[in-house]
């Protein structure tokens, strides 16, 4: 499996970027569960998954407080920037120019 976890991210100058899976989801992070992203500076960019979630793949809760989603990409299927596969708050922030191979370029969610 290439997934990993990451359960908080939210120091104000953080970066996420240029990273790939090889078969699975999360290209940038893969959390299950509770995720925050916030900082008016964090950036998750440049990543890439080969099924869902380029950027972000959230399993059960997640929210985004601000920073930057950008560039991201799901080869096969759905949520370039974000996945959400639960519940997810989206307060402040840009997400902007990811790319999805069917669904949610921005973001998709599956239920929740």
Do not use: H, P, W
Request: aromatic share 8%.
């Amino acid at each position: 499996m290439d997934e990993g976890c990451i359960k908080k991210f939210e120091k104000e100058k953080d970066k996420i970027t240029n990273n790939k899976t090889k078969t699975g989801s999360g290209g940038g992070i893969y959390a299950y569960g509770n995720l925050i992203v916030s900082g008016k500076n964090t950036l998750i960019s440049g990543n890439i998954a080969q099924t869902y979630g380029g950027g972000l793949m959230v399993k059960t809760t997640g929210s985004f407080n601000g920073g930057e989603i950008s560039n991201n990409q799901a080869i096969t299927y759905a949520g370039g920037g974000i996945r959400v596969d639960g519940k997810f708050t989206y307060n402040s922030g840009t997400i902007k120019e990811n790319t999805a191979g069917t669904t949610g370029g921005g973001i998709d969610f599956s239920s929740g």
